[in-house]
């Protein structure tokens, strides 16, 4: 985790684009839209969360029951109140809700996200994982997944 090989490899697929705010991730992409990072062989995380550890520490996420995208950018890698946040189920399913009625929203898009209760579908991995697991035990089943 803070082996700097890791993070510089990290890094080496994050980018930015020009007239985005976000930071985007360019490496293997899961079924859900998430970035996937591989920190060690067999080993994956959810890439965000990776950065979200690198920004406040592996032991911040535990009580963390999610991490939402302000952005709606999945793959989006830049923590930040308009981009990765500490969320809820409640609270993204909430927020999900209210963008999905925009147009021209990312959410639009079905890949991932089949309506009702699909947002938490998307979630209940990684949510599972921050609110009765380690992150230890997170890695193993994201890497089985
Ligand atoms: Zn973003």
């Known amino acids: 985790m803070t082996n700097p090989d890791i993070v510089a490899r990290w890094r080496a697929k994050t980018v930015r684009v020009p007239g985005s705010d976000?930071?985007?991730?360019?490496?293997?992409?899961?079924?859900?839209?998430?970035?996937r990072f591989w920190y060690a062989p067999g080993r994956v995380v959810i890439a965000h969360r990776f950065a979200w550890a690198l920004a406040y520490g592996v032991e911040s996420l535990v009580g963390i029951e999610l991490l939402g995208h302000r952005c709606d950018?999945?793959?989006?890698?830049?923590?930040?109140?308009?981009?990765?946040?500490?969320?809820?189920?409640?609270?993204?399913?909430?927020?999900?809700?209210?963008?999905?009625?925009?147009?021209?929203s990312p959410l639009d898009d079905p890949r991932g996200y089949d309506g009702g209760r699909g947002n938490c579908a998307i979630w209940r991995g990684v949510t599972r994982c921050s609110w009765r697991r380690s992150w230890t035990a997170c890695v193993r089943s994201t890497a089985s997944s």
């Open 22 to 35: 976000c930071l985007w991730w360019t490496g293997a992409i899961s079924g859900r839209g998430h970035g």
């Open 73 to 104: 950018n999945p793959l989006c890698q830049r923590i930040g109140p308009d981009h990765v946040v500490a969320s809820s189920y409640v609270e993204n399913r909430r927020e999900w809700a209210i963008r999905k009625q925009i147009t021209g």
